[in-house]
T-cell receptor, first 113, second 112 residues
Framework: KAGVTQTPRYLIKTRGQQVTLSCSPI?????VSWYQQTPGQGLQFLFE???????NKGNFPGRFSGRQFSNSRSEMNVSTLELGDSALYLC????????????FGPGTRLTVT | EDKVVQSPLSLVVHEGDTVTLNCSYE??????LLWYKQEKKAPTFLFML????IEKKSGRLSSILDKKELFSILNITATQTGDSAIYLC????????????FGEGTQLTVNP
């Protein structure tokens, strides 16, 4: 069974631009969560989608948004990029929402210059 | 606010040693605790613990949860250089959806 895939794997953007990251969950998984990982803050929860609905949201500004499609694929968007948005963005999928193992994708390394 | 504290933050051992990694937590309405191994990019799932006192094992790795004292340990026996990684502990509360709160991680280095 294929794992979680994320595209692109690397991205370089400049301040003020916007970016869209994509995540395809493991086949049969319906919940997708997004996390930001930085050296200073560690892994922090961004949001979770299940059945095309946002179920949970972390403490991030409104510049961070996401959506989920009917095939469970998810996208995350960051608008008006800031230098501090440079991070590894990880998505994780689980079979259902809550109480199931979450499996992570390889991540997208975003660098904002 | 949910909180996870891991110790030690860094550990250097020799091949063959046994290590114990610690994870203590504070969470409103605990549902589960998860351990992950992160080598280069994606954290790899190791264990999910929901019940107190029941040990989960996978090869040389094992983990146990104490819900009364709010902690978990991850044991690795007969360590190998391939065990070198960051080990992450996370907790998930009950309620709708999935939302993990992670600790800082323990950086384990196994020298030959």
């Amino acid at each position: 069974k294929a794992g979680v895939t994320q595209t692109p794997r690397y991205l370089i953007k400049t301040r003020g631009q916007q970016v869209t990251l994509s995540c395809s969950p493991i086949s049969g998984h319906r919940s997708v969560s997004w996390y930001q990982q930085t050296p200073g803050q560690g892994l922090q929860f961004l949001f979770e989608y299940f059945s095309e609905t946002q179920r949970n949201k972390g403490n991030f500004p409104g510049r961070f948004s996401g959506r989920q499609f009917s095939n469970s694929r998810s996208e995350m968007n960051v608008s008006t990029l800031e230098l501090g948005d440079s991070a590894l963005y990880l998505c994780a999928s689980s079979r259902l929402a809550g109480g199931y193992e979450q499996y992570f994708g390889p991540g997208t390394r975003l660098t904002v210059t | 606010e949910d909180k996870v504290v891991q110790s030690p933050l860094s550990l250097v051992v020799h091949e063959g040693d046994t290590v114990t990694l610690n994870c203590s937590y504070e969470v409103t309405n605990f549902r589960s605790l998860l351990w992950y191994k992160q080598e280069k990019k994606a954290p790899t799932f190791l264990f999910m613990l929901t019940s107190s006192g029941i040990e989960k094992k996978s090869g040389r790795l094992s983990s146990i949860l104490d819900k009364k004292e709010l902690f978990s340990i991850l044991n690795i026996t007969a360590t190998q250089t391939g065990d070198s990684a960051i080990y992450l502990c996370a907790v998930e509360p009950t309620g709708s959806g999935s939302r993990l709160t992670f600790g800082e991680g323990t950086q384990l280095t196994v020298n030959p």
